[in-house]
């Protein structure tokens, strides 16, 4: 809610100063103001906030900015939350709020309780976001993992900001993957009926996880599939063991407390009421984004989809892409790229303008053409507001103090999942899946994640908001009147002496939940749920700083037995901090406990 936002406030302050100084005629009335921006400075000393008013509107107002950011600042300079309004450098305005401007920031977050930092940015424009999508060709691994959490809380954050968000796994249930899966678990069908079926051969999996799938089809068809053809046997037991990967998914995800909205069958695509891959590529060959032909042998590296031949492709390289890609396989069948595309236009077609796809860090070379698919796939169905923003995790290096972990014996060849979460909990591992940026890899440390201390960050916000109920627990003890539950406290706190709060530290949390609703609306336009962490981090850091100089000077305790009025004061700061670190972990999916153990 943007009566939240202090920088929007502060913005709008500026604006009117603009408005008055149109009609001084110093600026030509109506001029553009849409470009101005207010942030935070990047440094402390610089002041509370800095705007960039005076730079983007001097040229079209035919003023020198610094002259022009004298007169925003004189103007300025009156407003009744404003101490101090600087010009710096060739023309930023600096500003320095007065503490009421705090303290109003505090009545916010407690008036406004769970939903402080909400806003209606996304003005309810549906989102699609597509996360995990691993194929369902064996248990999921760390790297699933992160995409996985990054995913899930992003759609948090869409939704907390008003988008209407579609939660998406696309199944990739077609192809040579799956037909390979479906070859291995009939060996496994094969061994559960006493079969001696030696080393599993190569290019199928190895991996324990297809026993019970095994065992399921020799419970469900005995020995009846063994006198069957191949192609006889191959849909059925294909669909049997998609059908329990996927379960086994589904669990392994829930467990990490992430749960989507659509599963999408890349085979539904196929061989639904109509073959849409087929469509797609009719329509881009009718628009001239489709030809036969032949492919350049590619420089440098081999290209994987490189064949020498008259082939189908597709005309990517007027949308961006480096070369021209295939649709069609020399066996007749679609490329997985033609599906890639029917997909996304099945997304167009289903109504969605924003798509966000979350991928693995061994995409990376794939995001050109796709974001050249999708291109094409605007003119044809003439969306032009149609877009995707692709976002790389990379990859997740798994430690126990400091030394590489080992291969999963169940897995065959990676660390599952499952087994990360069973040993560390979800929290743990959801958090520090985001105390990254998306595009950077990471390390994540077993033994480290459950440490308690100041250097495991997860371990420090959670900590953070113990420690803040544990205030209100002992407050309990002097003031009897204090509710127990968020909402009812909050509003009797809002009625404490906030003008009280003069400490310097008290001032800094102040401040530091007054960007709350900014960083919000931020991490969420910008697609990067990592900023929240971050902010929780300082938000717990500068708590606990508070705390401990309360140890060390006791005028500075929030609880102060004779003086019920300050003690009021502090409390409510205290409420504000756990109700933003409660937020703020909500969204990434983390508990926000009231007791560490």
């Not at 087929?278 to 290209?303: C, F, H, N, Q």
């Amino acid at each position: 809610m943007s009566d939240q936002n202090i920088f929007a406030a502060v913005l709008d302050k500026i604006r009117a100063a603009n408005t008055a100084l149109i009609k001084d005629g110093a600026l030509p009335f109506g001029i553009d103001q849409s470009r101005i921006v207010v942030e935070p400075p990047r440094e402390s000393a610089h002041g509370d906030m800095a705007t960039n008013a005076a730079m983007v509107l001097a040229k079209d107002a035919g003023a020198k900015p610094r002259v022009l950011a004298e007169a925003i600042a004189a103007k300025l300079r009156s407003d009744d939350l404003v101490a101090k309004a600087e010009v710096a450098g060739p023309g930023f305005i600096n500003l320095t709020l007065k503490p009421k401007a705090w303290i109003g920031a505090l009545r916010a977050v407690l008036a406004a309780g769970a939903n402080y930092g909400r806003s209606n940015v996304g003005g309810g424009s549906v989102v699609n976001v597509e996360y995990v999508s691993a194929n369902p060709t064996g248990p999921m691994h760390v790297g699933h993992c992160r995409g996985a959490v990054f995913g899930d809380a992003l759609a948090n954050l869409l939704a907390f900001t008003g988008f209407a968000v579609t939660r998406e796994y696309y199944i990739n249930d077609a192809g040579a993957q799956v037909d390979a899966l479906a070859r291995s678990a009939f060996l496994r069908y094969r061994q559960a009926l006493g079969e001696d079926i030696g080393p599993i051969p190569e290019g199928l999996y190895p991996g324990d996880y297809l026993k019970p799938v095994g065992a399921e089809l020799a419970t469900e068809y005995s020995a009846a599939l063994r006198s069957k053809l191949e192609a006889e046997w191959l849909p059925l037991v294909r669909h049997r063991a998609i059908e329990m990967m996927m379960g086994q998914i589904r669990n392994d995800l829930l467990a990490l407390k992430v749960v989507h909205d659509v599963f999408f069958s890349e085979r539904s695509l196929l061989e639904g009421p109509r073959d849409q891959v087929s469509e797609l590529i009719a329509a881009l060959r009718r628009a001239g984004y489709v030809y036969e032909g032949r492919l350049p042998p590619p420089k440098g590296a081999p290209v994987e989809d490189w064949e020498d031949r008259e082939q189908t492709l597709f005309r990517a390289t007027a949308f961006g892409d480096d070369v021209d890609r295939p649709l069609m396989k020399s066996d007749g069948s679609y490329t997985y790229f033609a599906s890639d595309i029917a997909y996304h236009k099945n997304k167009v077609d289903r109504g969605f303008r924003s798509m966000i796809d979350v991928w693995g860090a061994d995409h990376g070379g794939y995001v050109k053409r796709v974001q050249a698919a999708v291109s094409a796939v605007r003119a044809i169905t003439n969306t032009p507001t149609a877009d995707l923003d692709v976002k790389i995790v990379q990859l997740v290096k798994l430690l126990r103090s400091g030394e590489p972990v080992k291969m999963s014996k169940r897995a065959g060849e990676f660390v599952t999942l499952r087994e990360v979460v069973d040993e560390v909990g979800k929290d743990p591992v959801r958090f520090m899946m985001l105390y990254r940026k998306n595009d950077a890899s990471l390390d994540f440390d077993l033994a480290k994640v459950i440490e308690q201390s100041r250097d495991n960050p997860v371990f420090y916000v959670q900590y953070g908001h113990a420690r803040g109920q544990s205030v209100f627990r002992n407050a309990r003890e002097v003031l009897a009147q204090l509710p127990a539950e968020p909402a009812p406290r909050a509003s009797l706190l809002a009625g404490a002496p906030l003008e009280r709060l003069e400490d310097a530290g008290e001032l800094a949390l102040m401040r530091r939940l007054a960007l709350y609703p900014r960083l919000i609306e931020a991490a969420a336009l910008a697609h990067e749920p990592h900023r929240i962490a971050f902010y929780l981090y300082d938000l717990a850091s500068d708590f606990h700083a508070q705390w401990n100089r309360g140890k060390d000077a006791s005028y500075l305790r929030f609880i102060i037995q004779n003086d019920p009025q300050i003690t009021m004061a502090r409390l409510a700061l205290v409420q504000g901090v756990v109700t933003v670190l409660a937020s703020g972990l909500g969204l990434l999916g983390v508990e926000a406990p009231d007791e560490m153990r």
